[in-house]
């Protein structure tokens, strides 16, 4: 599983104008950011070494750029939240997304140089591997 085909799962849910991962292009409101989390998480492996495991686990965050609103960017912060957590054997890009899983509640963090708020969602993918 690539960052990639999480940001298109994102993207999928038309929960956003703008789903992107990286680098967030030209600051567009109403956009969902896609990035690697950058936060430790214990390395994990099948008895019998990485060939025998039958799921693997992306860590993610997830940031909703919205708008000068606060009440809009948290409706749409929860309106994500709700998304990933009911998520459950998701094919996309031929690959499946078991389900994900939140680490924290919704994270505000403020606003950007431009007022723009912003909220993070922290979580962690889990996905098929094998087939």
């Known amino acids: 599983m690539m960052l990639s085909d999480i940001r298109d799962y994102i993207d999928s849910l038309e929960l956003a104008d703008h789903a992107y991962m990286g680098k967030l292009p030209d600051k ?6 896609v990035y690697n989390s950058k936060h430790q998480h214990v390395y994990k492996t099948a008895i019998g070494g990485p060939e025998m ?4 686990t992306k860590y993610v965050t997830l940031l909703v750029h919205w708008n000068k609103s606060l009440r809009d960017t948290e409706k749409a912060a929860v309106a994500l939240f709700e998304a ?4 459950r054997e998701v094919t996309i890009n031929n690959k499946i997304i078991k389900f994900i899983q939140p680490l924290y509640e ?3 963090v403020g606003t950007d140089d431009a007022g723009i708020f912003e909220m993070v969602i922290e979580a962690a993918v889990v996905f098929k591997k094998g087939d």
Do not use: F, N, P, W
């Not at 990933?84 to 998520?87: D, K, M």
């Open 28 to 33: 567009q409101i109403r956009s969902i950011g």
């Open 53 to 56: 495991e039958s799921y693997g």
């Open 84 to 87: 990933v957590t009911t998520a």
């Open 106 to 108: 919704i994270q505000d």
